[in-house]
């Protein structure tokens, strides 16, 4: 399983946009990129996922380089309803789909 | 669809003491997984199950049981509680589709040994 690295936490301000990369260095040719948000007492939920250049839905925009050792979750005109947990995950679909979640990114959304 | 179901929601044991905690899915999904969430930490894999029938270990599976005679049900066993088990029990599952990795969550379960 690829080993992900990301930062521990990260501030930011009503409206701002916050942009939270992970390092996946040994990334396999049949992994994804998946992006998970844990709110204090729940379970995570997932928000997006990629494999190659850029990925867009509702919540959040995911961009990944060529060499996709490396990805970036953009989160546009965050709200205090944002501060949560962000977990970045490498793996693929198969062999069961075991992922592996680190310590993940505390995001803190101030007024 | 209720989704993801866990019972109970907090659960105080005594050392040595056992407690099944369950957990079922009406998705029709064929993954399931437990997990454990320590205060402050990322998850980790305790057990998973690919499909009814079929479970295999995780990262962290010592003091641990699960099982899988159903497609919609989970329950994973403590034997022999002890104070290193207190956690946060969190129960997923997926569907098999080749592509996604997107795991749907319980609510967890809050279980304190002491």
């Known amino acids: 399983l690829a080993k992900t690295t990301q930062p521990i936490s990260m501030d930011s301000y009503e409206g701002q946009e916050v942009n939270i990369t992970c390092s996946h260095n040994?990334?396999?040719?049949?992994?994804?990129i998946t992006w998970y948000q844990q709110f204090p007492s729940q379970g995570p939920r997932f928000i997006i996922q990629g494999y190659k250049t850029k990925v867009t839905n509702e919540v959040a925009s995911l961009f990944i380089p060529a060499d996709r050792k490396s990805s970036t979750l953009s989160l546009p005109r965050v709200s205090l309803s944002d501060t949560a947990v962000y977990y970045c995950?490498?793996?693929?679909?198969?062999?069961?789909?075991?992922?592996?979640f680190g310590g993940g990114t505390r995001v803190l959304v101030k007024p | 669809n209720a989704g993801v179901t866990q019972t109970p929601k907090f659960r105080i044991l005594k050392i040595g003491q056992s407690m099944t905690l369950q957990c079922t899915q009406d998705m029709n999904h064929n993954y399931m997984y437990w997990y454990r969430q320590d205060p402050g930490m990322g998850l980790k894999l305790i057990y998973y199950s690919v499909g009814a029938g079929i479970t295999d270990k995780g990262e962290v599976p010592n003091g641990y049981n699960v099982s899988r005679s159903t497609t919609e049900d989970f329950p994973l066993r403590l034997e022999l509680a002890a104070p290193s088990q207190t956690s946060v029990y969190f129960c997923?599952?997926?569907?098999?589709?080749?592509?996604?990795?997107?795991?749907?969550f319980g609510p967890g379960t809050r279980l304190t040994v002491l």
């Open positions: 040994n990334i396999a040719t049949n992994d994804y």
């Open positions: 997923a599952s997926k569907t098999h589709d080749g592509t996604t990795n997107e795991q749907f």
């Open positions: 995950l490498v793996g693929a679909e198969a062999a069961g789909n075991k992922l592996t």
